[in-house]
């Protein structure tokens, strides 16, 4: 079982429409990340949040510690928000150093 | 990403031969990561470092040599390029957990 899970693996919405895309992880963590990787580009980091929630723009990032469980949500979706958006969780390395920890990713297509 | 490059972009080599990729910042973060990411897997760990000359070995990291003489470039090396190393390679920087991380734009290497 991989340590960080997301769901779902692929969605497709209409412009306008409010969009849910949840992460759950099985290890202790310091920190969880939103990433999101255009196609063909780089990663770029949207949120890092240990507790609570966090918002920038239409992009809203909540976690709940006890549950392992973080949503990323996109209010008024557009175009423009079609990426890959990727979960990854701050854990340790066996030698004690820090690492991140991805899920594989979601798909998000929005149409216009 | 400001502060972070990753060279070549793109490359396309022969199976056997050596390859060097280059990771520079301009941050003077203390940890510098090394990614692949494939289909299927989301990013994996190769080596990270920790400070210069500090390195070990991440989750994937059979095939590959990595150095850090200076604090700005972390260099990864494939000894013996085989197709299974066909890949996307990111770098990210890191002061710490708390602080975050920065990926650089990622190196397309196709071994033929």
């Known amino acids: 079982k991989n340590e960080v899970e997301q769901s779902p693996q692929n969605l497709t919405a209409q412009e306008g429409e409010f969009i849910t895309i949840n992460c759950s992880y099985s290890?202790?963590?310091?920190?969880l990340h939103w990433l999101q990787q255009h196609p063909g580009g780089g990663i770029v980091s949207l949120f890092m949040?240990?507790?609570g929630k966090k918002k920038h723009g239409r992009l809203i990032a909540t976690i709940n510690i006890q549950e392992k469980h973080s949503s990323l949500h996109i209010t008024a979706s557009h175009p423009r928000d079609s990426a890959v958006y990727i979960c990854?969780?701050?854990?340790?390395?066996?030698?004690?150093?820090?690492?991140?920890?991805f899920g594989k990713g979601t798909k998000l297509t929005v149409n216009p | 990403d400001a502060g972070i490059t990753q060279s070549p972009r793109h490359k396309v080599t022969e199976t056997g031969t050596p390859v060097t990729l280059r990771c520079h910042q301009t941050?003077?973060?203390?940890?510098m990561y090394w990614y692949r990411q494939d289909p299927g897997h989301g990013l994996r760990l190769i080596h990270y470092?920790?400070?210069?000359?500090?390195?070990d070995k991440g989750e994937v990291s059979d095939g590959y040599s990595v150095s850090r003489s200076k604090t700005e470039d972390f260099l990864l090396t494939l000894e013996s390029a085989t197709s299974s190393q066909t890949s996307v390679y990111f770098c990210?920087?890191?002061?710490?957990?708390?602080?975050?991380?920065?990926f650089g734009s990622g190196t397309r290497l196709t071994v033929v």
């Open positions: 949040l240990s507790s």
């Open positions: 990854a969780v701050s854990g340790w390395t066996q030698g004690g150093s820090e690492k991140l920890v």
């Open positions: 290890v202790g963590i310091s920190a």
């Open positions: 990210a920087i890191s002061e710490g957990q708390a602080y975050g991380y920065t």
């Open positions: 941050e003077n973060h203390r940890y």
């Open positions: 470092s920790y400070g210069v000359k500090d390195t």
